[in-house]
């Protein structure tokens, strides 16, 4: 079971009953308004998420592995794998916040507070993006909510496999230096707007619009991707729908996920093949066409090196169950596997 969460009621009622791994990388958010906490889980009902977020906070969620969704008030967002989402919490006007069920749940956050954000950035705050600015800048219970969510680059990814398994081993108070480094570095590349370059140029602006730009691109392919497994665009298809090159595109697609088109059409497959067979509506033969695989045998294969066991047997909801929580064993260095 997940160890108990010291400084938080109800952070400890969120994740009690929860079968995976909990540990606080880094900080206190009682004591010093910042916290670094990963997890990795599998739930086999929706979790009640927001019951984990702490009041008046900014939070950060590196998704490295499952869905999820935020709503705050009538805007609502979904968190999926290789996302980033920011979001802001308080006791008058909470978040609503899920993450779903029969998956594997694989994340780091970073809760920070009000009065963390303000010692750190508050006198910069007219560069924050305007979400953070406008709930940093409201006084008690006032502050507006919001949530947002965004691909997560490659270097974004490697910071967060870096935080769960930091370089520095031995030493606290080094690797303690080196996690507010780290927290620092990601609230410089999250939370702040893009502006114009020194003496008012446009630059800048033209960089920020060409990753909008790739983000948006990349976020068309996924969709198409997802919404027909069985029968999937080409690639040529695909970017004269993202409107660029095939080249392009694949390099675009592979900086922002750290995986090929191909790869990440496969992962998509394969999630989606072992929640046809937990459902237990459908055959393998039937769900390997469902996925878009016309050889059994190349379903297989491709099943068992990503779960772990054959498709007839992840059917069994024992089996599936104990495959998963060996899999969420963390190594002795604690290393996500």
Same mark, same amino acid.
Request: proline share 5%; hydrophobic share 40%; glycine share 8%.
């Given at each position: 079971?997940?160890?108990a969460v010291? @400084?938080?009621?109800?952070? @400890?009622?969120?994740?009690?009953?929860?079968?995976g791994?909990?540990?606080?990388?880094?900080?206190?958010?009682?004591?010093?308004?910042?916290?670094v906490e990963?997890?990795?889980?599998?739930?086999?009902?929706?979790?009640?998420?927001?019951?984990?977020?702490?009041?008046?906070?900014?939070?950060?969620?590196?998704?490295?592995?499952g869905?999820?969704r935020?709503?705050?008030?009538a805007r609502a967002?979904t968190l !999926?794998?290789r996302?980033?989402?920011l979001?802001a919490?308080t006791? %008058? /006007?909470?978040?609503?916040?899920t993450? %779903?069920?029969?998956?594997?749940?694989?994340?780091?956050?970073v809760e920070?507070?009000?009065?963390?954000?303000?010692?750190?950035?508050g006198?910069? !705050?007219?560069y924050?993006?305007?979400?953070?600015?406008?709930?940093?800048? %409201?006084?008690?219970?006032?502050?507006?909510?919001?949530?947002?969510?965004?691909?997560?680059?490659?270097a974004?990814?490697?910071?967060?496999h870096?935080?769960?398994?930091?370089?520095?081993q031995?030493?606290?108070?080094?690797?303690?230096?080196?996690?507010?480094?780290?927290v #620092?570095?990601?609230?410089?590349?999250?939370?702040?707007?893009?502006?114009p370059a020194?003496?008012g140029?446009t630059?800048?602006?033209?960089?920020?619009?060409?990753?909008?730009?790739?983000?948006?691109?990349?976020?068309?392919?996924?969709a #198409?991707l997802?919404r027909d497994?069985e @029968?999937?665009?080409t690639l040529?298809?695909l970017?004269?729908?993202?409107?660029c090159?095939?080249?392009?595109?694949?390099? /675009?697609?592979?900086?922002?996920?750290?995986?090929?088109i191909?790869?990440?059409?496969r992962?998509?497959?394969? %999630?989606?093949?072992a929640q046809?067979?937990?459902?237990?509506?459908?055959?393998?033969t039937?769900?390997?066409?469902?996925?878009?695989?016309?050889?059994l045998?190349?379903?297989?294969?491709a099943?068992?090196?990503?779960?772990?066991?054959?498709?007839g047997l992840?059917? @069994?909801?024992?089996?599936?169950n104990?495959?998963?929580?060996?899999k969420?064993s963390?190594?002795?260095?604690?290393?996500a596997?």
């Open positions: 079971m997940l160890p010291s @400084n938080s009621v109800g952070e @400890n009622g969120a994740w009690q009953k929860i079968d791994t909990w540990r606080q990388l880094y900080g206190n958010f009682g004591q010093h308004g910042i916290s990963y997890h990795a889980f599998r739930t086999e009902r929706e979790l009640d998420w927001a019951r984990s977020f702490h009041h008046d906070s900014v939070e950060i969620c590196l998704n490295l592995q869905s999820g935020l709503q705050a008030g967002v !999926g794998v996302t980033i989402a979001y919490h006791r %008058a /006007s909470r978040l609503a916040a993450r %779903a069920a029969n998956e594997r749940h694989h994340f780091v956050t920070m507070s009000r009065g963390f954000l303000a010692r750190h950035v006198a910069v !705050g007219e924050l993006q305007p979400d953070v600015n406008a709930f940093l800048s %409201a006084t008690g219970d006032d502050a507006p909510i919001f949530a947002t969510v965004q691909p997560m680059p490659v974004v990814q490697n910071l967060a870096a935080l769960i398994e930091p370089p520095i031995s030493l606290l108070p080094v690797q303690a230096l080196w996690y507010q480094a780290k #620092l570095e990601l609230a410089a590349l999250l939370l702040f707007a893009p502006g020194a003496g140029s630059a800048e602006l033209f960089c920020e619009r060409q990753k909008r730009l790739g983000r948006e691109r990349v976020e068309r392919v996924r #198409l997802e497994l @029968n999937p665009p040529e298809q970017a004269r729908e993202a409107g090159g095939v080249f392009h595109l694949s390099r /675009s697609f592979s900086q922002q996920l750290g995986l090929t191909p790869q990440y059409l992962q998509v497959r394969m %999630a989606r093949a046809l067979l937990r459902e237990g509506r459908h055959n393998v039937e769900t390997a066409v469902a996925v878009g695989y016309s050889s045998s190349h379903f297989s294969k099943f068992w090196e990503t779960h772990g066991c054959c498709p992840y059917s @069994n909801a024992k089996l599936a104990s495959m998963t929580r060996l969420l963390p190594s002795p260095r604690g290393k596997r």
